[in-house]
Every structure is written in structure tokens, then in C-alpha cells.
């Protein structure tokens, strides 16, 4: 059985096209060239129309799919399936944000979020590319889980799937679980499905890919997919940043910078760089300052996120007038900044940490179910 959404649109066409053959039938050699056209033109148009009643409707049930032909449905019922992961958990925050944790084929969790922005207009779907992350930045509950696997192709694009069956999406941003550009294939291809016009229909600009600064990987996203970048940068001197993110000590700030510089963008499009602000630890005038020298001719935003404290870590949030300190001064020079609005607070907010809840919890039971005392692993 073949995942629904581990095809591009081609590759279901390509798929359909037996079926085709079949239905129109050979009737001499002379025919051949002209039936193959035929044949793939149809192939063509049934995929799309597949498209159109998965991504666009909805609709994950073949048998519903009233327009498409006895023997299409019969073939999609015997090949293909729209995988649909398993939830484990849901929250619901006050604020509108929605956590989930799902499960996927081989029992792996990951998490996802839809954020809706305060004026009620953009609803953005936070995924995960990997099952954890090996990344192992100093103030991330994710990072001390390791990571277990990359996700496939279909495990990517159902998660977007999933978030739009419960609110309509504006944007898509890769920034839960994992290292995007740690599993580079696999979250080109789901670009790409994402961004079908008879699919989901996002635009290049409402995708954004994060990353904590796999240098070489930038170049090669850039080069395969047409979507924005955001990169987790944190820190302003390579000593800094190598204390919370060990990837500095492979690529440092100065590497990175290139790379976010070669990086194409096209018209109108920035760069977004994510500032996690720790308290006493990157939040000071002259963090702000470095900062500014930084980033200097790339086309960027700057993303303050005020830390959100977990026990997974010692840091703590800078208070809300060094935030606005802080922004101010690169303000006043003319960048743009924003704060992120700390969306679901009162549910498992950062990210990781609904899946170390549910990993603590089921080793909770099952010590307990051995015998032993109970562990509390965060
Ligand atoms: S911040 Fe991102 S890259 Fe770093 S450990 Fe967490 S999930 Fe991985």
C-alpha cells in the first residue's frame, strides 16, 4: 500500500496511467504513440481531480469521491491510502492554539501545532520533520530527547493535513520537532506537495523552513524548493552561540551569515531570524548591538522569542521591559522586530514538551507496572 501523500501530482499521473491504457484500449500498433497521449492527458486530469478531493475537500474516504469511475475508486481502494496519524493528545489553549501529539505507523510520536495570530487572520501550522532531534540546543526540551528518525515524505504533509481538518492554514512553518535540513529530501518533496496549486495551495512565501544552521544544506534548499527561510540564530559572538547550539562549533556565525547572504531570495522576501532571548544570557544592550552589525545587508526580520521557561532548562525569561529594551534598539535602527506573542501558555507550549510529558508518563507506568519507583525524566 502506497501513502496518498508521499506522491507529487506527477507521480500519482504516472501511477494512473495503466488504468488508462486499459480503459481505452489497444487497438493496433499504428495507435500506439496517439493513445499514449491520450492516456496520459487522462491520467493527467484523474490525478488532479484525486488532488482536488484530498487536499482541497478534505476527503480521505476513496468510496466518497463520486465523480471519479467504478474501476478509479476500485484501484485507489487496493493501492493507495491517505494515512491519517493517530492522535494521543490534543490541548487546547484559551488563546486559540491547538497541540497535538500524534502517533505515527510505527508508534513514534511527534507534535504539531496550529497558532492563530491575535487579530484572528493567520492561522500557522508548526510541524515536525524529524522524531526528536539530535541538535541538542542548550534550551530546547526537544534537543534532549536525541533524535530517533526522520519522517517520511506522507508523515510531513499529513501533519499539515491534519492541523487543516481542525482550522483553515495560512501558513506552514517547519519549526517542531527536528532539524529540517537534517532530513533535506524528504522535506523538499513535502514542499512541493504543499505547495501544488490543485493541492494544498500554499504560497512559497507562507512556507518557511527553520533551521539552526546546517550551512551547506541552506545552499541546497535554496537551490531545490522556492520557499523562505527563517534561521535560529541566538546568540551574537560565536562563544555565545557555541554554549547553547553545538552546530556553531561545525559552522560558525560568520559561515552562516554567508550562507543566509548567498541564499536566493526572491522578490520582496526576507530572511527571518529567530532570537530565543535568555535572561542575563543574550539579552543585554550590546547583544542588541552585535545584532544590528550582524545581519547588516541581508533583507531580514528579527523574531524575538522571549524564552519560554521549562525544566528541561536552567534559563530564564528576560523580563518584558528588557524585551521591549531590547527591540527597541533595533527599531531605532531601522530593522524590523518583532516580539512572538507567547501563544499557549497554558498547555504544553515549548516545543518537545507535550511529547517528554507522554514519554515520562509511560515510563512512569511502566516502571511502575515493574515494580520500581516511579522516574520523573524532566
Ligand atoms: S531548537 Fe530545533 S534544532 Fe535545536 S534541538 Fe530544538 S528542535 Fe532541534
Not at 53 to 82: C, F, P, T
Not at 173 to 183: I, S
Not at 193 to 214: A, E, H, W, Y
Not at 235 to 248: L, Y
Request: net charge neutral; charged share 25%.
Amino acid at each position: 500500500m502506497i501513502y496518498f501523500q508521499s506522491l507529487t501530482q506527477n507521480e500519482l499521473s504516472e501511477l494512473l496511467l495503466p488504468l488508462s491504457l486499459d480503459r481505452l484500449g489497444r487497438r493496433s500498433r499504428l495507435e500506439e504513440s496517439e493513445l499514449l497521449i491520450k492516456a496520459k492527458k487522462q491520467a493527467r486530469f484523474h490525478a488532479q481531480q484525486i488532488y482536488h478531493w484530498v487536499y482541497q475537500r478534505g476527503v480521505s474516504q476513496w468510496e466518497q469521491m463520486s465523480d471519479l469511475s467504478k474501476d478509479h475508486r476500485a484501484w485507489l481502494i487496493a493501492n493507495l491510502e491517505v494515512f491519517r496519524p493517530k492522535v494521543c493528545s490534543r490541548q487546547e489553549s484559551p488563546d486559540g492554539t491547538v497541540k497535538f501529539l500524534w502517533e505515527m505507523g510505527d508508534s513514534k510520536t511527534v507534535e504539531g501545532v496550529i497558532i492563530p495570530a491575535a487579530e484572528g487572520e493567520r492561522f500557522t501550522g508548526c510541524i515536525s520533520s524529524q522524531v526528536g532531534c539530535a541538535m541538542k540546543c542548550a534550551f530546547c526540551v526537544t534537543g534532549t530527547q536525541g533524535v530517533e528518525r526522520n519522517l517520511e515524505v506522507h508523515e510531513i504533509v499529513a501533519q499539515v493535513y491534519e492541523l487543516r481538518q481542525v482550522s483553515p492554514l495560512t501558513n506552514v512553518v517547519f519549526m517542531g520537532m527536528g532539524e529540517p535540513l537534517k532530513n533535506l529530501d524528504n522535506v523538499v518533496k513535502a514542499c512541493e506537495i504543499l505547495l501544488d496549486t490543485d493541492g494544498m495551495n500554499f504560497s512559497k512565501r507562507k512556507i518557511t523552513v527553520s533551521t539552526s544552521g546546517l550551512v551547506p544544506a541552506i545552499a541546497e534548499l535554496g537551490a531545490r524548493v522556492d520557499v523562505s527561510l527563517a534561521v535560529s540564530l541566538n546568540a551574537t559572538t560565536d562563544e555565545q552561540r557555541s554554549a547553547i547550539m553545538p552546530v556553531n562549533r561545525k559552522w560558525n556565525i560568520a559561515e552562516l551569515l554567508k550562507a543566509c547572504r548567498e541564499y536566493p531570495l526572491g522578490s520582496h522576501r526576507r530572511i527571518t531570524f529567530e532570537y530565543v532571548m535568555l535572561r542575563d544570557f543574550n539579552d543585554t544592550p550590546d547583544d542588541a548591538r552585535r545584532l544590528m552589525k550582524l545581519v547588516v545587508g541581508i533583507p531580514s526580520k528579527i523574531n524575538l522569542i522571549p524564552f519560554n521557561e521549562h525544566a528541561s532548562a536552567d534559563f530564564k525569561r528576560p523580563s518584558d521591559e528588557t524585551v521591549r529594551a531590547f527591540q527597541k534598539l533595533l527599531v531605532d535602527a531601522g530593522m524590523t522586530a518583532t516580539v512572538r506573542v507567547s501563544r499557549g501558555r497554558e498547555i504544553s507550549a515549548a516545543c518537545g514538551q507535550l511529547r517528554s510529558a507522554v514519554i515520562a508518563r509511560e515510563s512512569r507506568s511502566s516502571d511502575a507496572s515493574q515494580g520500581l519507583s516511579a522516574v520523573t525524566s524532566y
